[in-house]
């Protein structure tokens, strides 16, 4: 019935015994034979019993029925190659319904169907043929042995292109997912885990394996040694450990091989993967029962080209994070890990850590100024090596800032006898041998649910306490210290805020001629009010202003204020008029101070010389180059000079002659020192100073008769005080002027 002079270089006929010894070492072919007619089964599998290709033999499965072919397929899924499919069966259209079934319920698209028929009018329709991809269809006298081997042939390639094309398509969606899922590890060890176990998972193996790599920037170890990054299986105990750890010498070799070699390493029951993007480079040691194939290692190789960059984008995260929590010079943690490691205050109270501690280098900047940057990098190295060798793992140490470290440990050791004595002997910088000293501030750890953020700000408010005591060089924080700070600081916040709501107000108080008391001049005073109608005092709030900076703007506005008011004054016939305004350190430090002050003279048309500029003694002595600049340029524009206070500070004499001085002001305190039948020295002697410096002088504070005539006696020219007027409104002085007339 079936010709057997068919042509196919590809297919081996064998006998027998042949037959059976080989189909126990190859794979097979499964070809589901679907037919109610037990004949045509046996014909079949006869005529088709020695085919091979590819070294593979034809295993057939047996179905008589519709019913009995989904059982089958649905068992066998894409492991069926071929299916020849009987049309009429128990119904007319059995065959089809196998086939449309297999096609849109089970969405098995690699099995390959013959259709066959006994009944030639019962042929399927072409679009049948092509909705449900059935190779070819013929009817059962017509497909002799030869037609029949070869539509087989043709039907098994067709099978296994799909087949490889499906499997390298599902073998992409792994590698996307994989990839994916690995690209949200930002961690050296839970990325290179994933490596293990998402291979495993690609190729199915069992998670088993371990990522290797040379030490270097990737472990901030020293040495070059190989160290296990990430490990699944037997071997996740060793993560971080030196692979001679192990003790395993086929893996040792096999990965030191993968990373010298730079490349795969395939063996039986083992394979190395390299991995390498950009210079970061590892080794994946996988246990394999048996070889991997060729379609598995093509996808390997997609996925490790997907992932190498992950592996990089991982290590730099790893720098970025080293970066953020540690210091590069000392290696030590930054502030940030020593908050970190603040925070942790669970850990730190089990171990007895009880105190924190911040130490700051004195004069620091001298020593990179003097000797270089490189003297004072290997001074900042000294000391830490030198902390950490004395007090070893007693505590855990810091560098917080440029020169500051900071401590954690248990009050034996952190105290501050204990580290005083770590710095009472030189330390050996490069070249240069250098004995420094160093300021303390102490925190013990009493509430539990302090933060790191806070015990670091009580800590540091301890120290910057500690500086300013001439007596000793440490300080522990307390409760009220923060409580005066954090006062401060909502002072400071309420100043801006009433400052930006224009809530300031300027105030002024007359001066006086001491022979005729007619008013010469007023002084222009900052007045800052509360809710419940009170004030809060100058001589709190404007240093808070001069130390946020906020003067500036402040004392911009006080003169813009004060020469609008002169104006109006001018205008309403008051023309002799002078316009004494406060001037303070931080507004002489800004470069716009000087075009400000011509800017607010001109900008209201008043003469020059209606406006004076008073200075503290403090202010000059502070920075008295700056200082004598602007005040002659000022000068030269026509601003008259007073020297406010004078006599309650430690001015030189020689910047005194250099100032442009107009005016001396004696102060409040030297006038209460007039008494009955008591001389006040040293008022008269800022008197006798003015009048031989050609200057005149003005005494504030007058408050009673006596006072004033004393002073007239002194040949004093002017007075500002109670006895006279107090400060007051704009609105108000007006009134009084026009009154005092």
């Known amino acids: 019935m079936f010709p ?31 037919d109610d007619d037990e004949e045509i089964h046996s014909v079949t599998r006869l005529a088709l019993s020695d085919l091979q290709l590819n070294d593979k033999k034809l295993y057939f499965h047996h179905a008589y029925s519709g019913k009995q072919a989904l059982t089958i397929i649905e068992k066998l899924g894409s492991k069926l190659a071929i299916i020849l499919l009987d049309v009429v069966m128990e119904t007319d259209d059995a065959g089809l319904v196998v086939a449309r079934k297999m096609r849109e319920e089970l969405k098995l698209m690699e099995p390959r169907i013959i259709l066959r028929t006994g009944q030639p009018g019962y042929a399927p329709e072409e679009n049948v043929i092509k909705e449900y991809d059935i190779n070819d269809y013929k009817t059962k006298t017509e497909l002799t042995r030869s037609k029949l081997v070869t539509t087989i042939i043709a039907s098994l390639r067709s099978y296994q292109q799909i087949l490889t094309i499906n499997q390298s398509r599902q073998g992409l969606e792994k590698i996307i997912h994989s990839s994916a899922n690995l690209l949200e ?25 371990v990522v290797c790599a040379r030490a270097g920037a990737i472990l901030d170890k020293e040495d070059n040694n190989v160290y296990v990054l990430g490990a699944a299986g037997e071997f996740a105990k060793y993560i971080n450990e030196n692979l001679d750890n192990l003790h395993n010498k086929k893996i040792v070799e096999s990965v030191s091989q993968c990373l010298s070699q730079k490349e795969h390493v395939y063996e039986k029951n083992y394979s190395v993967l390299y991995l390498n993007s950009s210079g970061y480079d590892a080794a994946v040691f996988l246990n394999a029962k048996e070889p991997i194939n060729s379609l598995d290692r093509k996808l390997l190789e997609v996925f490790l080209h997907s992932i190498s960059i992950g592996y990089e984008n991982v290590n730099l995260f790893h720098q970025l994070r080293t970066a953020a929590f540690k210091d590069w010079l000392t290696k030590l943690p930054n502030r940030n890990e020593f908050i970190n490691m603040l925070d942790d205050t669970a850990v730190m109270t089990s171990t007895g850590y009880n105190v924190v501690a911040l130490l700051d280098i004195k004069h620091f900047s001298d020593v990179n100024d003097g000797l270089g940057q490189d003297a004072g ?70 509430d539990d649910d302090c933060s790191g953020i806070n015990l670091l700000k009580q800590t540091n408010i301890a120290l910057n306490r500690a500086k300013k005591d001439l007596n000793t060089n440490y300080g522990y924080y307390e409760p009220e210290m923060e409580e005066k700070t954090t006062w401060r600081l909502s002072l400071i916040r309420q100043l801006r805020t009433d400052f930006s709501a224009r809530k300031l107000e300027v105030w002024y ?66 023309n002799d008029l002078r316009m004494a305004v406060n001037i303070s350190m931080p507004q002489f430090r800004d470069p716009d101070f000087v075009q400000m002050v011509k800017a607010s003279v001109n900008k209201y048309s008043i003469v020059p010389a209606q406006l004076e500029l008073e200075i503290t003694e403090s202010v000059v002595m502070d920075e008295p180059q700056i200082v004598v600049e602007s005040l002659k340029e000022l000068k030269e524009f026509g601003v008259k000079i007073a020297i406010d206070d004078f006599g309650t500070g430690f001015s030189s004499m020689s910047y005194l002659q250099q100032l442009p001085l107009d005016r001396l002001k004696v102060d409040r305190s030297f006038i209460n020192e007039i008494k009955p039948n008591k001389s006040a020295f040293i008022a008269e002697t800022i008197v006798t100073l003015g009048s031989r410096l050609g200057l005149n002088t003005i005494a504030e504070g007058i408050e009673k008769r006596e006072q004033a005539s004393y002073m007239l006696k002194l040949g004093c020219d002017e007075a500002q005080g109670y006895l006279y007027a107090k400060p007051m409104p704009f609105s108000e002085l007006i009134k009084f002027l026009d009154k005092y007339q």
């Open 4 to 34: 057997t002079d068919y042509e196919n270089d590809e297919l081996i006929f064998l006998d027998e015994d042949e037959s059976q010894e080989q189909e126990t070492n190859l794979g097979r072919w499964n070809v589901l034979v679907v």
């Open 509 to 574: 108080q007359p001066q006086v001629d001491l022979v005729t008391e007619q008013v010469v001049g007023m002084e222009a005073l900052l007045r800052w009010p509360t809710e419940d109608d009170g004030f809060i005092s100058p001589a709190v709030f404007v240093p808070l202003a001069e130390y946020s900076g906020l003067i500036i703007e402040i004392g911009a506005w006080v003169l813009e204020e004060s020469c609008q008011h002169l104006k109006a004054l001018t205008e309403q016939g008051y």
């Open 185 to 209: 590890e930002h961690s050296v060890k839970g990325y290179c885990e994933g490596i293990v176990t998402q291979i495993s998972s690609l190729i199915g193996l069992d998670a088993g394996g």
């Open 377 to 446: 990098n290997n001074l900042l190295k000294a000391v830490s090596k030198r902390v950490q060798d004395s007090l070893g793992s007693k505590v855990r140490m810091g560098r917080i800032g440029a020169d500051v470290f900071g401590l954690i440990g248990s009050e034996e050791v952190v105290n501050p006898e204990r580290v005083n004595s770590l710095f009472a002997f030189p330390f050996k910088a490069g070249d240069h041998t250098l004995p420094i000293n160093i300021t303390m501030g102490f925190c013990k750890l009493i």
